[in-house]
């Protein structure tokens, strides 16, 4: 699989099975992450790898941050969120974790850290793995910070599943988007429309 095919055809799995992800696979994945763009090389990004028994760790985490988030959350929704935690064979959480005083901005930082986490994607993908990207908004309480291992300044950017994807399961159609909808050209004095080749 070429890199335009791997960018083209990758798609977030809604389903992940087993087996997890050989070590030598998740090794080249988190190579293929740290090849992020990083300027001033400031390696703003960490991984915590979930998998095993961490998983009912984390799950156990994600519903005591719940509750702490809000002590009234019913029952089934706690619940809901203890089975995030097992959705996947493995999980990798990506911490941006950036470095200050800097001379790369925290905006930049907290770029490059996403980037890591799409880069994870990417290799899933390249390695005939699924791959699904999932935020929480619980990433500021302390039961999911701790479990995780989280400093003070860090943003957990969210939990990619991985696994493999079932020969049943239903992707979604990727979405069409028309380029020229989003996109300008600076060539001369003034932003013009960005025109195609199939429209030229």
């Not at 300027?39 to 009912?56: D, M, S, T, Y």
């Not at 793995?129 to 950017?157: A, D, I």
Request: net charge neutral.
């Amino acid at each position: 699989m070429d890199a335009l095919e791997c960018l083209m055809t990758r798609r977030t799995a809604p389903v992940l099975a087993g087996p997890e992800p050989t070590r030598e696979q998740l090794d080249q994945i988190l190579r293929a992450a740290v090849t992020a763009p990083d300027h001033k090389l400031q390696r703003p990004w960490r991984f915590v790898i979930v998998r095993g028994a961490g998983r009912e760790r984390l799950g156990e985490a994600l519903v005591a941050a719940a509750r702490a988030a809000d002590p009234g959350m019913p029952p089934e929704v706690l619940e809901r969120q203890r089975m995030k935690a097992l959705r996947a064979p493995l999980q990798v959480a990506v911490i941006a974790s950036p470095k200050e005083p800097s001379p790369a901005p925290r905006w930049e930082q907290l770029a490059s850290a996403a980037a890591a986490a799409q880069n994870v994607c990417l290799a899933a993908t390249a390695l005939g793995l699924g791959s699904g990207w999932k935020s929480t908004p619980l990433g500021e309480q302390s039961p999911l910070r701790e479990v995780l291992g989280m400093q003070s300044g860090e943003e957990l950017l969210g939990l990619v599943e991985l696994g493999h994807v079932p020969a049943d399961a239903r992707l979604r159609p990727r979405v069409a988007v028309d380029v020229g909808s989003v996109t300008s050209e600076l060539g001369g004095e003034r932003l013009s429309a960005y025109v195609p080749p199939s429209a030229g």
